[in-house]
């Protein structure tokens, strides 16, 4: 599933989708979101500008154990951060 600035309808995907979407930038495979794992979504989706500072802000959020990373339990914490920054809609469909 691509992921790109699209119309809005389209901007929106269910929880597991954003989970599955998310994952595949998970680039050492340990389960857990980077901030250059969480930069490279945020490329990919058409985000170029201040990308790097936006993947900090996202870990940032989401990181509610503070261990640098997002780990599986905590990437429902970027639904919000997907939604104001990437122009995500995510459901709980």
Do not use: P
């Amino acid at each position: 599933m691509a992921i790109a600035n699209k119309t809005v309808d389209q901007n929106q995907i269910s929880i597991e989708e954003f989970k599955k979407w998310l994952k595949k930038f998970d680039a050492d495979r340990d389960g857990r979101i980077s901030v250059e794992e969480l930069r490279t979504a945020i490329r990919a989706s058409g985000g170029w500008w201040f990308c790097t500072r936006k993947a900090k802000r996202g870990v940032k959020m989401a990181d509610k154990n503070l261990n640098g990373v997002v780990d599986d339990y905590e990437i429902n914490n970027l639904v919000e951060f997907a939604h104001k920054y990437l122009g995500l809609r995510v459901t709980s469909n």
